[in-house]
């Protein structure tokens, strides 16, 4: 029987475990897959402790996926780009790295609308863990990218990622007048900040949001914009539902979470998942 499974902090709301275990039992794979609550101090034991009793792979999830590289022996080029980890595979007495989020972000939207992101013009909004990873496959598409967040300077740090960033990206201030100045050009709009997410990550924190919330003036959106909110709970923000009134193509969080499942099996296994199990697994979940 292989041990797989996925650590964060909290662990409770990860849709992770019900994602693999349906596809694993469909699969006819003799593994099993759990979610790990994990204490901030006792990270490098977690770790370790998995690769001591023969863990096939793990997971990483909030807040650890930065905070693990010191335990990793190496990291796949994607994940040594931003520096953050969601999949670890231990291949003997190896512990590699790997970050699935970005490859299946693009993935997902090629699966679910045959749309292929290779130069494209695209506005990003938020520059957090998500936003980092999705603007490095940006940028590995030759995307040119125009990146929008409430705190600047957190946009800005996004301009190091990789050696052409600055070629490329151009950080936009979040204002009405600024952003309209670039709404013609833009093919997609990515929301990949929290705002219009379901439940808060805790009711003080700065990130407690409101489902009423929209990240950009849904008025800036135009028919021709694809509109993809990484948010998968709920199913169909506020945001996504304005930019359908509006004419635009619309995507929601559910692919990006069912297709970085799916990079995790290609990377611990090198095999596909099957993948209308992990779909309805999620959408099951999530209803
Ligand atoms: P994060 O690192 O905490 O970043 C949060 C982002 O949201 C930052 O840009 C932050 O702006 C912005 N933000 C938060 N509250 C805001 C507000 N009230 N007004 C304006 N901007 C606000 O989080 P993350 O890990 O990137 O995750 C972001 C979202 O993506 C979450 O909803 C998460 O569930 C979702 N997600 C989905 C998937 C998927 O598989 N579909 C994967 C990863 C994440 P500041 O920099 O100004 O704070």
Redesign the pocket.
């Known amino acids: 029987m292989e041990l797989l499974g996925v650590i964060g902090n909290p662990i409770a709301h990860s849709l992770s475990p019900v994602m693999h275990n349906t596809a694993l039992a469909a699969a006819g794979k003799k593994a099993v897959y759990l979610p790990f609550l994990v204490k901030h101090e006792e990270l490098a034991q977690a770790i370790y402790g998995a690769q001591a009793l023969g863990f096939t792979g793990l997971n990483v999830t ?1 807040p650890f996926k930065e905070q693990v590289l010191p335990y990793l022996t190496e990291l796949t080029p994607e994940a040594e780009v931003i520096k953050s980890v969601n999949t670890i595979a231990f291949i003997a007495d190896r512990i590699v790295g790997h970050t699935t ?1 970005g490859i ?1 972000f693009i993935a997902a939207a090629k699966h679910e609308l045959n749309f292929d992101f290779i130069r494209k013009t695209v506005l990003v909004i ?6 980092r990873a999705i603007v490095a496959q940006l940028l590995a598409h030759q995307c040119r990218v125009y990146i929008t ?3 600047d300077h ?1 946009a800005r740090a996004l301009l190091t990622l990789g050696d052409n960033a600055r070629e490329q990206m151009t950080v936009v201030p979040m204002q009405l007048e600024s952003l309209r100045e670039i709404m013609d050009q833009v093919e997609v709009v990515i929301n ?4 219009g ?1 379901a439940k808060p990550a805790a009711p003080t924190s ?2 407690s ?1 409101d489902q009423t ?1 929209v ?1 950009i003036p849904a008025e800036l959106l135009l028919p021709q914009h694809l509109v993809i909110d ?3 709970n709920p199913k169909q923000t506020l945001f996504l539902e304005m930019a359908s009134q509006r004419g635009c193509r619309i995507q929601n ?2 692919g ?2 069912v297709w ?1 499942a799916v990079k995790a099996w290609e990377f611990w296994w090198g095999i596909t998942p099957p993948l209308d199990k992990m779909y309805q697994a999620v959408k099951a979940s999530l209803s």
Do not use: E
């Open positions: 909030i989020d299946g938020g520059a957090g863990g998500a936003a967040n409430r705190t957190r990949t900040t929290s705002v997410m700065s990130n949001q919330q990240p990484i948010i998968y969080g559910v990006m979470l970085q």
